[in-house]
């Protein structure tokens, strides 16, 4: 207990340096934890989206794969279009054992705020065996279901009726999707044909979801499908799931390198303060060992007070990540050109012990040298200098 | 109250603790012959001690006097182990410390107390934590083995046959720091800090500190040097009744020539000799 209370008071001793130590070192492990927890989120709440949508493989039509995803994950414009009557042929395919088509839009509610606009028909529902419905199923072109979050946005609930933005059409709300965690919750469903046509896009459809008959056999469908039509693209749900990654994949460097300077920069604060404070305290460690402190007692004092000094930076800087969690979130979305929706930033007691383990291991590196110049110092020399 | 003989008994048994034969040794404590200690400084040298002989027996009080650069700490520094001698014999307690191959450290540790001028208390420890630190020292080498043996012990059973409550049992580093404590006039301040100590009660502190492992000698390089003349007093008094009443051995070193009289024995140097 009395080598806890020594180092412990040998660092409070210097409040401000050691304070401004154990924040370098913070700043170091809130990026570690921040990036590393955005990384584990994305991941989970990609496969999470990609799960929800309730398809082995998805059929877009040809261009950027990326905005292709995006567009099928979120919801949204995209001035391409694949003919619906590709619908049939895809349907027809004997590996395949449902398939949706979907057409989408994207309108501004008033005070700027995007309502995406999927227009569906029950092929949709059979890939949506979870969905429950308050109210009822399309009775009229005139209806209209609303995910959970778009309803409480719009204000409506079922039996209500509801304008569509920038359309001014009056539509009835037939019924509102129980939450579902999934993006549905943030969509509002029309019937296909009416939105095709309250949008100008009769006969379109944007994307094409697809359960296929035999799961293990998802490759051979996908390359029959491109075999049999080539104006779209096919992917399947894992390529989709590794494109998106491999995007993430290029950033990832980045990041790697950013936590690996932030990282090296707190361990060489860390290195220069313990270092300096053994020069300030040559006499009193030459004391230490004229008591009868041994090399390996001063060398443990010293490697002590640096480890509580990362230790305490560790802790702190998963604190400072948890509270600003919201802002690095935003940040590094600015930067990625497709993040799932949700918070990806949490508390993870797995990468809350992974940041603890790499600020010990950076406070036994860090503290190694400095521990082995105090242990050498000899006592008579330290006693004379002044 | 304790009468005289009962606080004889305590002091042996605190300070001396369970090292048997200290009492009655008739060995010398130190014994020097040709002692030479030069230093190297660029291309200077300086003989700091120059081929001294000296003797002091168990249980002295010896002062070691002289002016400032008479090599006064450098002898100190060698009695203490803290330096080896560059010529000569030296031996503390009965081992040649000019031998190659003694570990220094572990023989100081054990047997060697020290009290400096400057008093070097963890100012953010209390006083008795001040006391107890050299109890850290050395249990990682297998040292201080006993206490680590007692420890979560109630009570045991003394030599003389007499159940020792374990609040009152010197074995134990924590009672022994408060009785130590006690016995320097401080156990009214056990749980100050050093900032809320004066300067005579700081270097009280340090003499309970170097007396907290039970050493066989005590060295003290300028104990009063910063302290007035009638704190100066008690601290040479408490060393004084620490060597009187226990038997342990103290060396101290000072300019101050007008405390000769209180030693039982006086080794004057001047420029390295013994004169």
Known sequence: MIWFKLSFKNLIRRKTRSTLTVLGVAIAIAVLYSLFQFQQGYQARLKGELGALGAHVIVVPKGCPYEAATIALHGGKWPRYMDESLLAKVK?????????????????????????LLGIDEDYMKLRPAWRISGHWFAADSDVIMGSTAAQ????????????????????????LSRTNTQDDGFVFLPRKTLQKISGLEGKLVLILIKARHVDQTDALVASLKASEVDMNVFPLSELLGTISSLMASTKVFVSAIILIAVILGGVGVLNTVLMAVFERTREIGMMKAMGGSRGDVFKLVWAETILTTVLGGLAGVA??????RLVEAIIRGMIPYAPRGSLIGF???????????????????GFYPAFRAASVKPVEAIKAE | MKNRGQGVEESRSLVSGLNPGILESSNPAVQARGLTRVYRRGAETIHALKGIGLDVKCGE?????????????????????????????????GTDVARRGVRLDALRRKNIGFVFQEFYLMPALTATENVLLPTMWGKGNGENMRDKEIKGQRDRVGESGHLIPRSLDPSIPRERAKRLLDL???????????????????????VARALINRPRLLLADEPTGNLDTAIRDGIFNLLQALSRD????????????SLES??????????????
Not at chain 1, 348 to 366: I, R, Y
Not at chain 2, 262 to 275: K, Q
Request: glycine share 12%; charged share 15%; with cysteine.
């Open chain 1, 92 to 116: 027809a395919n004997p590996g395949v054992a449902e398939a949706a088509g979907v057409i989408m839009d994207a309108v501004f509610a008033p005070g700027d705020k995007n309502v995406i």
């Open chain 1, 153 to 176: 946005d719009a204000g409506v609930k079922t039996g209500d009726y509801w304008v569509v933005p920038e359309k001014n059409v009056r539509l009835h709300v037939a019924g509102v």
């Open chain 1, 320 to 325: 400072i990540a948890l509270v600003s969690s």
């Open chain 1, 348 to 366: 993870s007691l797995p990468t809350l012990l992974m940041c603890v383990g790499l600020s010990l291991v950076l406070g036994l590196v860090a």
């Open chain 2, 61 to 93: 009080f010896v002062g070691v006097v002289g002016h400032s650069g008479a090599g006064k700490t450098t002898l100190l520094n060698l009695i203490g182990l803290m330096d080896r001698p560059t010529e000569g014999s030296l031996q503390v307690l």
């Open chain 2, 184 to 206: 320097v006039g401080l156990g009214h301040r056990m749980t100050h800090k050093p900032s809320e100590l004066s300067g005579g009660e700081m270097q009280r502190v340090a």
């Open chain 2, 246 to 257: 226990s038997g342990l051995t103290v060396i101290v070193a000072t300019h101050d020539l």
């Open chain 2, 262 to 275: 209180r030693f039982t024995r006086v080794i004057r140097l001047e420029d390295g000799n013994v004169v």
